[in-house]
T-cell receptor, first 113, second 111 residues
C-alpha cells in the first residue's frame, strides 16, 4: 500500500465547476509534487513544494492552483478546466527536493466534461 | 538528442528470459538516474537508483555509461509479474526536484 494518500480517486467535473484534489503523506517528507499523466504518456511535472514553499512551477495554467497547508498536505484547486485537462493527477513526496526517489500516490483520475 | 529517450517496445519475452532496456540522456552533467516501473493504470514506483557506475538488486541490474550517456536496466530470469512499463528518469538541468520521465519501455512476460 502506498504511503501517499490521494482523494478522490475519481472525479468528474464540468468546465464551470470548482473542485480540489487532496494529497497527504505522513512519512515526514519535506518535498511534495503534483504530476499530470495522460494515457500512454509519461508523468509531467506541474509543481514542486519544498518545505511548504512553491519551488517549481512548470508554467502550469492558472486554472490549476496548488496549496500546501502544512508539511503533510498538498492540495490542487481546479477551476474552469477544459476537457483536455482530463488526466491522472499524481501526487508524490520525497524526503527532500534534491532527490529523484519519489513516492507516488495512486492518483486522482479526473474527467472534465 | 532528446533529454531522455527510451525504446518504447513492447518487449515480449518468455518467462525465465533475460531482457535489457536502454535509456539515453542528453545532459552530460546529470549525476543520478532512476528506474521506475508502472503497472497499467497504477502509479509509478521506484525500482532502482543509480548514483555511480551501476546498481544491482536481486534479478535487476542497472548500469551507467557516462561516456556514451546511457543507462541500462537488465532483468534476469523474468517473471510474469515483471510485466509493466519501465520509466527512465533523469533530473533536469542538475535540479533534482525537476525530473524528466522517459516515455517508458513496455515489457510483457509470457508464460
Amino acid at each position: 500500500d502506498t504511503e501517499v494518500t490521494q482523494t478522490p480517486k475519481h472525479l468528474v467535473m464540468g468546465m464551470t465547476n470548482k473542485k480540489s484534489l487532496k494529497c497527504e503523506q505522513h512519512m515526514g517528507h519535506r518535498a511534495m509534487y503534483w504530476y499530470k499523466q495522460k494515457a500512454k504518456k509519461p508523468p509531467e511535472l506541474m509543481f514542486v513544494y519544498s518545505y511548504e514553499k512553491l519551488s517549481i512551477n512548470e508554467s502550469v495554467p492558472s486554472r490549476f492552483s496548488p496549496e500546501c497547508p502544512n508539511s503533510s498536505l498538498l492540495n490542487l484547486h481546479l477551476h474552469a478546466l477544459q476537457p483536455e485537462d482530463s488526466a491522472l493527477y499524481l501526487c508524490a513526496s520525497s524526503p527532500l527536493a534534491d532527490t529523484g526517489e519519489l513516492f507516488f500516490g495512486e492518483g486522482s483520475r479526473l474527467t472534465v466534461l | 538528442r532528446k533529454e531522455v529517450e527510451q525504446d518504447p517496445g513492447p518487449f515480449n519475452v518468455p518467462e525465465g528470459a533475460t531482457v535489457a532496456f536502454n535509456c539515453t540522456y542528453s545532459n552530460s552533467a546529470s549525476q543520478s538516474f532512476f528506474w521506475y516501473r508502472q503497472d497499467c493504470r497504477k502509479e509509478p514506483k521506484l525500482l532502482m537508483s543509480v548514483y555511480s557506475s551501476g546498481n544491482e538488486d536481486g534479478r535487476f541490474t542497472a548500469q551507467l555509461n557516462r561516456a556514451s550517456q546511457y543507462i541500462s536496466l537488465l532483468i534476469r530470469d523474468s517473471k510474469l509479474s515483471d510485466s509493466a512499463t519501465y520509466l527512465c528518469v533523469v533530473p533536469r538541468g542538475g535540479s533534482q526536484g525537476n525530473l524528466i520521465f522517459g516515455k517508458g519501455t513496455k515489457l510483457s512476460v509470457k508464460p
